[in-house]
């Protein structure tokens, strides 16, 4: 479409005949994408985004960069959930060439599995699991009873997804209007899980909003763990069962995170972090080899010390 169509589409004037081939963040947009700006702390990205026009409010519109069409309106978020679902893909592609499956790989009865999809070789798929469409399983890899791959997914070498696990799902993504109601952003990113993944039972790993949600090789993850979308795991952590991760975290190599712990969204952790169970994590952790326990979170040792004295005073 057309950035005029498009602007149309959401009552903004605009004369440009630009073709548009998605929505993007500042940062990643390229010179056919649309973007976004709602809040200020972001105004040093919007000074070097490459996108073709930003959603923006008019108090803002003077930092938009030369070569950038600001696209002027009071509810920038907003636009942007109304302008997603143009950019959605099909929920089932009706066209396309048929799945390849790679040597010696099995499946089982009751296995769907998408148009343009590419199946490994020496692959496991078992009864009742959907694969969807545009999806590439690599080689050597176990997919339990069960599991759902939404379309456009990717999942490497050597990976075990048990039973019950779905990757793909629509990460939690609304904007409110000025009554209240809720707008769907459609998520229309992906998931790419790289080589020697295991994922346990039950788990559910949203797709992106933008781009991809990215587990890398290495990765263990327990049974009923959520991972929100945009989230990136590093080489070889480890998520214990209920971790729950909000949207835009990112993990660093070889964090480990206990039982029901958990953090906020758009936060970073250094490599090597150990958050003991039911541990809050709301800010970043900048300093590596570190562990940390409680809400809100401080270093395990002091944890441990407040127990002892909280304790004793009950005594």
């Not at 605009?14 to 972001?42: P, R």
């Not at 679902?85 to 390849?100: L, Q, S």
């Not at 346990?200 to 790993?205: E, L």
Request: net charge neutral; glycine share 10%.
């Amino acid at each position: 479409m057309t950035l005029q169509e498009i602007a149309k589409s959401i009552n903004i004037k605009c004369d440009s005949t630009k073709k548009i081939s998605g929505l993007s963040t500042l940062v990643d947009s390229t010179q056919t994408e649309i973007t976004f700006l709602e809040n200020k702390k972001y105004l040093s990205d919007l000074k070097n985004t490459k996108a073709a026009a930003v959603l923006i409010n008019e108090k803002f519109a003077n930092e938009v960069p030369s070569g950038t069409i600001a696209l002027i309106c009071d509810e920038a978020y907003l636009n942007l959930a109304k302008l997603s679902k143009i950019f959605a893909a099909e929920v089932i592609e009706t066209e396309g060439e048929e799945p390849i499956i790679g040597s010696l790989t099995k499946l089982m009865p009751n296995v769907y599995i998408g148009k343009n999809s590419i199946i490994g070789s020496n692959c496991t798929i078992m009864a009742g699991a959907y694969i969807g469409d545009n999806v590439k399983i690599g080689n050597n890899t176990i997919i339990y009873p069960n599991v759902v791959v939404y379309r456009d997914c990717n999942i490497g070498n050597d990976c075990i997804i048990h039973a019950g696990t779905v990757i793909g799902s629509d990460g939690f993504g609304f904007a409110n209007t000025k009554d209240g109601k809720y707008i769907k952003i459609y998520q229309n990113g992906n998931v790419e899980i790289d080589n020697d993944v295991e994922i346990g039972a039950n788990c559910t790993i949203d797709r992106a909003v933008f781009k991809s949600t990215q587990i890398a090789s290495g990765v263990r993850i327990d049974n009923l763990v959520h991972i929100g979308h945009n989230c990136k795991l590093g080489i070889g952590c480890i998520l214990t069962g209920q971790v729950g991760l909000s949207g835009s975290t990112v993990l660093n190599q070889y964090v480990i995170m206990g039982g029901q712990s958990a953090t906020a969204g758009h936060l970073e952790i250094a490599p090597f972090t150990t958050i003991a169970a039911r541990g809050g994590v709301t800010k970043d952790i900048t300093e590596a080899k570190k562990s940390w326990a409680g809400f809100p979170l401080i270093e395990h040792r002091r944890w441990l010390k407040l127990q002892s004295k909280i304790a004793k005073l009950l005594k």
